[in-house]
């Protein structure tokens, strides 16, 4: 009797099949690293040739530099700082320097008719600055007092002051007048440049 053997197991041997995969990934711990190397040694290549094109560029302005004061006159150069000094100090004397002339014209506009001036006296004083005195005549009180108001009205006439009244034989008002000026009246660069600056009030008649 023949034995047929009947078997599902296949008899060839069994083969391992491997699932294929994707390609492996890029390793970053690689390639970040070389990236930051490159662009470090990009960067520093661009400050160094930044600092050589800077060093040879002082390097032409100082030989420019050089080249001009050798071209300028040491002797011209001391001159003119002589010259400058000279200037500043004329230009300070100008702006300290004083004249009286204003005051003349000033008591010319604003001296009523019916007033006498005499006796014109002026000082100056470095810490009080300008001051004039003077005596005069007045026809009345009443023109005396208009004479107080229209000097009290003057910006250049600082701080009016009448004393000593008196009636001489004829009736007439005498007094001692004092009072400070304004210096900037008598600055010799404010009349060179404005010769108006000093009062156009008009001469006032005032009658008893």
Request: hydrophobic letters at 40%.
């Amino acid at each position: 009797m023949v034995e047929l053997r009947t078997s599902f197991i296949p008899q060839k041997p069994a083969v391992s099949v491997k699932e294929k995969r994707g390609a492996p990934l890029v390793d970053l711990t690689i390639i970040v690293p070389m990236i930051l190397f490159f662009a470090l040694l990009a960067v520093t290549g661009g400050l160094y040739f930044f600092k050589v094109s800077l060093e040879k560029r002082i390097e032409t302005m100082s030989v420019s530099l050089d080249r001009a004061r050798e071209a300028v006159d040491p002797a011209l150069v001391e001159s003119l700082k002589r010259l400058d000094y000279r200037i500043q100090a004329a230009d300070l004397l100008i702006e300290k320097h004083l004249i009286v002339s204003p005051v003349f014209k000033l008591l010319e506009n604003l001296t009523l008719s019916s007033i006498e001036l005499r006796n014109f006296t002026y000082t100056l004083d470095g810490m009080k600055g300008s001051t004039i005195s003077l005596t005069g005549k007045a026809r009345g009180y009443s023109s005396l007092a208009l004479q107080s108001d229209v000097f009290g009205e003057d910006i250049n006439i600082v701080n009016p002051i009448f004393s000593s009244l008196g009636l001489d034989s004829e009736g007439s008002v005498l007094f001692n007048f004092t009072s400070p000026i304004n210096t900037n009246l008598l600055r010799w660069k404010n009349n060179v440049q404005n010769p108006s600056n000093s009062s156009t009030r008009s001469t006032v008649d005032t009658e008893e």
